[in-house]
């Protein structure tokens, strides 16, 4: 699986951005996918995962209802739709596919990483 992370920029807080995640392979709809993101001089941590039938979507505290993870299988897409958005979540987004089927907040869970894409939000 190979993946392709798009959509960053830069965006002042308050604002919003679509991530999308465009993944190659016939078995990306067998695959959890998850969402990561690391700020400088910090380590990569999780922002949120959905299950290859997207019944199971978790996400991180700092995120929960500012964000919102989907997937389209027959697309082989993956979004995270980030709206109020704040200094604190600038960072390299990162999208990941896993080959458990449910989604996992450990990086070390997955297999295949895409490439990351910028975001910074001003204040």
């Known amino acids: 699986v190979q993946l392709q992370a798009s959509g960053g920029g830069l965006v002042q807080a308050g604002g919003s951005l679509r991530l999308s995640c465009a993944a190659s392979g016939r078995t990306f709809g067998s695959y959890a996918m998850g969402w990561f993101r690391q700020a400088p001089g910090k380590e990569r941590e999780f922002v949120g995962g959905?299950?290859?039938?997207?019944?199971?979507?978790y996400y991180a505290d700092s995120v929960k209802g500012r964000f919102t993870i989907g997937r389209d299988n027959a697309k082989n897409m993956v979004y995270l739709q980030m709206n109020s958005l704040k200094p604190e979540d600038t960072a390299v987004y990162y999208c990941?596919?896993?080959?458990?089927?449910?989604?996992?907040?450990?990086?070390?869970?997955?297999?295949?990483w895409g490439q990351g894409t910028q975001v910074t939000v001003s204040s």
């Open positions: 990941a596919a896993s080959r458990v089927s449910w989604p996992r907040r450990d990086p070390g869970e997955y297999d295949y």
């Open positions: 959905i299950s290859w039938d997207s019944r199971l979507i």
